[in-house]
T-cell receptor, first 112, second 114 residues
Framework: AQSVAQPEDQVNVAEGNPLTVKCTYSVSGNPYLFWYVQYPNRGLQFLLKYITGDNLVKGSYGFEAEFNKSQTSFHLKKPSALVSDSALYFCAVSGSQGNLIFGKGTKLSVKP | DAGVTQSPTHLIKTRGQQVTLRCSPKSGHDTVSWYQQALGQGPQFIFQYYEEEERQRGNFPDRFSGHQFPNYSSELNVNALLLGDSALYLC???FGRGQGRPQHFGDGTRLSIL
């Protein structure tokens, strides 16, 4: 069965510092991986995806993610965090017919 | 260009009642999926509709049913509501089915069961 794991419930970062939100995956075959962000009382917003190709994927709002096949990881990164980046972040893997399988989420808190 | 729209935004029901939630997909999208997000959890896949048929289903009982209309909009119906059905219900749309297609989400319907 396909799954993703987000080992951290919360990540705290100071504004201007780099941030990393971790995700590991377990799939049979090639992984199709996604990151979404959720602000309070809102739906999920698509940030980026990995299908194939370059291991460094660039997405919206300055976010990027690094795919590492040997470590089965797909960590989300940003060089300089903003207070407005504070939100809930979800890693997901695509099932065989397109359904998304989500991790439990990581709360990112960026302090001024 | 309107994104995914869901109605209503909030709903309060009592145990045993039934409820219908509605979703209009993003313009140009033909596939609609529904997810349940319990408090503090990631979204869980309920089912997916394409060409007016249920194409894939997650681990949810038959009390959860749906429909897709010719204009691609969709409904989620839940019968015999339980307290555990309290959650945020998210609709997501995409163009076509299959792996690797980003899904665009609405802001959800917050369902509370008393």
């Amino acid at each position: 069965a396909q799954s993703v794991a987000q080992p951290e419930d919360q990540v705290n970062v100071a504004e201007g510092n780099p941030l990393t939100v971790k995700c590991t995956y377990s799939v049979s075959g090639n992984p199709y991986l996604f990151w979404y962000v959720q602000y309070p009382n809102r739906g999920l917003q698509f940030l980026l995806k990995y299908i194939t190709g370059d291991n460094l994927v660039k997405g919206s709002y300055g976010f990027e993610a690094e795919f590492n096949k040997s470590q089965t990881s797909f960590h989300l990164k940003k060089p300089s965090a903003l207070v407005s980046d504070s939100a809930l972040y979800f890693c997901a893997v695509s099932g065989s017919q397109g359904n998304l399988i989500f991790g439990k989420g990581t709360k990112l808190s960026v302090k001024p | 260009d309107a994104g995914v729209t869901q109605s209503p935004t909030h709903l309060i029901k009592t145990r045993g009642q039934q409820v219908t939630l509605r979703c209009s997909p993003k313009s140009g999208h033909d596939t609609v999926s529904w997810y349940q997000q319990a408090l503090g959890q990631g979204p869980q896949f309920i089912f997916q509709y394409y060409e007016e048929e249920e194409r894939q289903r997650g681990n949810f009982p038959d009390r959860f049913s749906g429909h897709q209309f010719p204009n691609y909009s969709s409904e989620l119906n839940v019968n015999a509501l339980l307290l555990g059905d309290s959650a945020l219900y998210l609709c997501a749309s995409s163009f076509g089915r299959g792996q690797g297609r980003p899904q665009h989400f609405g802001d959800g319907t917050r369902l509370s069961i008393l």
